[in-house]
């Protein structure tokens, strides 16, 4: 099964923006839209953040963003707040009909 | 509202079974493919097991294959995780999570279920 790479930890300052770098390969991530982010704030289930590598679900603020360049899918978050201190990953469908989830990066605001 | 409620988690020893139940309600079960996904203490999300809407396609982590088995009742809007041959590196929250497809993502999740394997 494929794997996704993040970094294990980014940082901001408040009001600030950082992106979350999620990798694959060409095959996967490359060649499909089949991405989708989640937040995990500590002690909590993950919630959906983006699909499809750069819609929202309703109710997700517009600080929120996605997108994807060759092999690498990024998550940008700007404006950053306290609350958006949390664990963050990426996920891929594959073409064999299974997930795949990056090792997760945690966000802290400083 | 959605609601997913995962059951059955505990302690267990290494070698044995357990079954979770994810009670779903609020939407319309039976037209979802349902997902099992773990996490253990301190780590990030690992996939586990996929079930289409009507059970007919059934899909498992290499992890896990031929040791779990996912099955749905959707008479009883439930979903269930047979784990048997249960081992130290199984320890981990439980999550159920329902699956959109086309395009494929998971929105709505479980607050899951705790498994502890060990002696």
């Known amino acids: 099964q494929s794997a996704l790479t993040q970094p294990p930890s980014v940082s901001g300052s408040p009001g600030q923006s950082v992106t979350i770098s999620c990798t694959g390969i060409?095959?996967?991530?490359?060649?499909?839209?089949?991405v989708s982010w989640y937040q995990q704030p500590p002690g909590t289930a993950p919630k959906l953040l983006i699909y499809e590598v750069s819609n929202r679900p309703s109710g997700v603020p517009d600080r929120f963003s996605g997108s994807k360049s060759g092999n690498t899918a990024s998550l940008t978050i700007s404006g950053l707040q306290a609350e958006d201190e949390a664990d963050y990953y990426c996920?891929?469908?594959?073409?064999?009909?299974?997930?795949?989830f990056g090792g997760g990066t945690t966000l802290t605001v400083l | 509202e959605v609601q997913l409620v995962e059951s059955g988690g505990g302690l267990v020893k290494p070698g044995g079974s357990l079954r979770l139940s994810c009670a779903a309600s609020g939407f319309t079960f039976f037209t979802y493919s349902m997902n099992w996904v773990r996490q253990a203490p301190g780590k990030g999300l690992e996939w586990v097991s996929s079930?289409?809407?009507?059970?007919?396609?059934?899909y498992y982590a290499d992890s896990v294959k031929g040791r779990f088995t996912i099955s749905r009742d959707n008479a009883k809007n439930s979903l269930y995780l047979q784990m048997n041959s249960l081992r130290a590196e199984d320890t981990a929250v439980y999550y159920c999570a329902r699956m959109k497809t086309t395009p494929y993502y998971f929105d709505y999740w479980g607050q899951g279920t705790l498994v502890t394997v060990s002696s």
């Open positions: 079930i289409s809407s009507s059970g007919t396609y059934i």
């Open positions: 060409s095959s996967d991530v490359g060649s499909y839209n089949r």
């Open positions: 996920s891929l469908y594959t073409s064999s009909s299974t997930w795949v």
